[in-house]
């Protein structure tokens, strides 16, 4: 298995919603990442996780809360959002955090729409 | 802080010809990774190349090259005989220290 699958694909939530997403992949990577990208704009690094420890908080609203049960497994929570974070969530994995093992690989993204 | 720029928004290139897309950026450090990633078209990010700052030599990809100039920062992208599925949004790429920066983009548009 050589990929990151994200669910859902897409997500229409009110600003009083509880909702989460998750994000998986199985191929042994270490390291794993939550980005946001607005449209027609790069991705924005949120969090990193390293061997399922936060590594890196990139100063992200508490309205969204990550979390790493295991290896495979990364999920991102969210709550109490507001119209202006409806964006594409994209996560990614890689071997390793540093070193020569950091390409980053991609899953499709869930399209997140905030009302 | 570390900066990625691509100063070309939209590029276009006819089918079968070479095309390059141009990047550079700015960091403190020595040891960092340079990379271009493909967005197609409502498709998800696939890497294209990769590049490690401590090599002279530049990373090659079947049609895909980059022109790496550690001095003056530059980190190019040329693709060969483009193909239609080339079309897509390419984004070029810096890390160092468990952050990655993208640039703002080139999108490109193969024409047949």
């Known amino acids: 298995d050589t990929e990151v699958t994200q669910t859902p694909k897409h997500l229409v939530m009110g600003m009083t919603n509880k909702k989460s997403l998750k994000c998986e992949q199985h191929?042994?990577?270490?390291?794993m990442y939550w980005y946001k990208q607005k449209a027609k704009k790069p991705p924005e690094l949120m969090f990193v996780?390293?061997?399922?420890?936060?590594?890196i908080n990139e100063s992200v609203p508490s309205r969204f809360s990550p979390e790493c049960p295991n290896s495979s497994l990364l999920n991102l929570h969210l709550h109490a959002l507001q119209p202006e974070d409806s964006a594409l969530y994209l996560c990614?994995?890689?071997?390793?955090?540093?070193?020569?093992?950091?390409?980053?690989?991609f899953g499709p993204g869930t399209r997140l729409t905030v009302l | 802080a570390q900066t990625v720029t691509q100063s070309q928004p939209e590029m276009s290139v006819q089918e079968a010809e070479t095309v390059t897309l141009s990047c550079t950026y700015d960091t403190s450090e020595s040891n960092y990774y340079l990379f271009w990633y493909k967005q197609p078209p409502s498709r998800q990010m696939i890497l294209v190349i990769r590049?490690?700052?401590?090599?002279?030599q530049n990373a090659t990809e079947n049609r895909f090259s980059v022109n790496f100039q550690k001095a003056a920062k530059s980190f190019s992208l040329k693709i060969s005989d483009s193909q239609l599925g080339d079309t897509a949004m390419y984004f070029c790429?810096?890390?160092?220290?468990?952050?990655?920066?993208f640039g703002a983009g080139t999108r490109l548009t193969v024409k047949p």
């Open positions: 790429a810096l890390y160092n220290n468990n952050d990655m920066r």
């Open positions: 990614a994995s890689s071997l390793r955090l540093t070193g020569s093992y950091n390409e980053q690989f």
């Open positions: 590049q490690e700052a401590y090599k002279q």
């Open positions: 191929m042994g990577h270490r390291a």
């Open positions: 996780y390293s061997y399922e420890k936060l590594s």
